[in-house]
């Protein structure tokens, strides 16, 4: 399976900050994903990166909050913007190449917000 | 919406013990996926299943796609110290593409 690295591995930033998130892989891949994992729960679909196109994000979030890019089909990164304690989690970039193929992740980001 | 409902929450077993742990959809899936997440990594993909009925075995673990498609089991046999973590069940969403939900988790942890 391809080889996922995301930048940073964590963070403590200040609240009203921003902090972009790259995700890099070792071979072209056809699907990119975020997703988020708030402490001790489970994860949750942020938004599909498109590439070349604007993501498609998922019911409570909102471009403004997450802008997404996806240039190419091996990198893609991940903005939190304007940052508030509630969006300390751990952020998660996965991919996949073909439908119904299981999902591969990164080690994730661990952002906390102060 | 969907849901994935994992049981049990967390456990503590005993090293060597077998462990079990099941995920409930409220909608038909065609594809269980289950991953572990030791902590501070991303989930790491142990078992995929497609088709209902299904039984397949990665080492020690196994994990049955359920009859009725609306469950998946996992199974853990001889449990070591290194099976801690956390254990997530997944399925496709019903919006038919790529993507994927996940369960509430099952937080396992072994006392040696």
């Known amino acids: 399976s391809a080889v996922i690295s995301q930048k940073p591995s964590r963070d403590i930033c200040q609240r009203g900050t921003s902090l972009t998130i790259q995700c890099q892989v070792d071979?072209?891949?056809?699907?990119m994903f975020w997703y988020r994992q708030q402490p001790g729960q489970s994860l949750t679909l942020i938004a599909t990166a498109n590439q070349g196109s604007e993501a498609t994000y998922e019911s409570g979030f909102v471009i403004d909050k997450f802008p997404i890019s996806r240039p190419n089909l091996t990198f893609s990164t991940l903005t939190v913007s304007n940052m508030s304690p509630e969006d300390s989690s751990i952020y998660l970039c996965s991919v996949t190449d073909t439908y119904n193929s299981p999902l591969h992740f990164g080690n994730g980001t661990r952002l906390t917000v102060t | 919406g969907q849901q994935l409902n994992q049981s049990p929450q967390s456990m503590f077993i005993q090293e060597g013990e077998d462990v079990s742990m099941n995920c409930t959809s409220s909608s038909i899936f065609n594809t269980w996926l289950w991953y572990k997440q030791d902590p501070g990594e991303g989930p790491v993909l142990l078992i995929a299943?497609?088709?209902?009925?299904e039984l397949t075995s990665n080492g020690r673990l196994t994990a049955q796609f359920g009859i009725t498609r609306k469950d998946s089991f996992l199974n853990i046999s001889a449990s070591i110290p290194s099976d801690v973590g956390i254990y997530f069940c997944?399925?496709?969403?019903?919006?038919?593409?790529?993507?994927?939900?996940f369960g509430t988790g099952t937080r396992l942890k072994v006392l040696a």
């Open positions: 997944a399925g496709p969403t019903t919006s038919g593409t790529y993507k994927y939900i």
């Open positions: 071979s072209q891949v056809t699907m």
């Open positions: 299943l497609y088709k209902a009925g």
